[in-house]
């Protein structure tokens, strides 16, 4: 089976630019979960979507959304990018039962010049 | 809040050392605890799990026990090998929910 899948795989962008990344999770799998990842650092939540809604938002501003479609996939949306919106972003999915194991995708790659 | 504290890289070793990467904890409730590893240019692996206190988690020659009386869930391989060179991550989530709180990482580095 595949994994999770993530596209594209490397971005760059200009300040003030709008940026899209797409998130494909593992089959059978309705939760999906984005993941910031600056450099030398560890993961930081940012959404959660389980069946189309929106479970859990982490501290990031209102720049960020997401959405999920009938079929699972999401998608990131940034808007306005800052400097500081490059990193690797991150999709996980899982089944979402209780202590349920997130499988990540291989990340997308944003450099905002 | 939840929080994860790592030990710092990066961590060097001989191949064939015994390996420790120390990871503690601060969690509402009863958290499950993870260890991921990720390998230059790629994701997030998961390497092993433990749901509940003394559960001990093993993968690929790792392992980790889950110490609630000392809120800890540290790594360790007995004899570590070149292809074990990555960054190793410490998570937790709580609440039935998935949203995972990571450490920032140890780097380990692994010479023949």
């Known amino acids: 089976d595949a994994g999770v899948t993530q596209s594209p795989t490397h971005l760059i962008k200009t300040r003030g630019q709008h940026v899209t990344l797409r998130c494909s999770p593992i089959s059978g799998h309705k939760s999906v979960s984005w993941y910031q990842q600056v450099l030398g650092q560890g993961p930081q939540f940012i959404f959660q979507y389980y069946e189309k809604e929106e479970r859990g938002r982490g501290n990031f501003p209102d720049r960020f959304s997401a959405r999920q479609f009938p079929n699972y996939s999401s998608e990131l949306n940034v808007n306005a990018l800052l400097l500081g919106d490059s990193a690797l972003y991150l999709c996980?999915?899982?089944?979402?039962?209780?202590?349920?194991?997130?499988?990540f995708g291989p990340g997308t790659r944003l450099l905002v010049l | 809040g939840n929080s994860v504290t790592q030990m710092e890289g990066p961590v060097t070793l001989s191949e064939e050392a015994f390996l420790t990467i120390n990871c503690t904890y601060t969690?509402?409730?009863?958290?499950?605890l993870f260890w991921y590893v990720q390998y230059p240019g790629e994701g997030l692996q998961l390497l092993l799990k433990a749901t509940k206190a003394d559960d001990k988690g093993s993968n690929k020659g790792f392992e980790a026990t889950y110490r609630k009386e000392t809120t800890s869930f540290h790594l360790e391989k007995g004899s570590v090998q070149v292809s074990d060179s990555a960054v190793y991550f410490c998570a937790l989530s709580t609440g039935g929910g998935n949203k995972l709180t990571f450490g920032t990482g140890t780097q380990l580095k692994v010479e023949l």
């Open positions: 996980a999915s899982s089944s979402d039962r209780v202590g349920e194991t997130q499988y």
């Open positions: 969690a509402t409730g009863y958290p499950s």
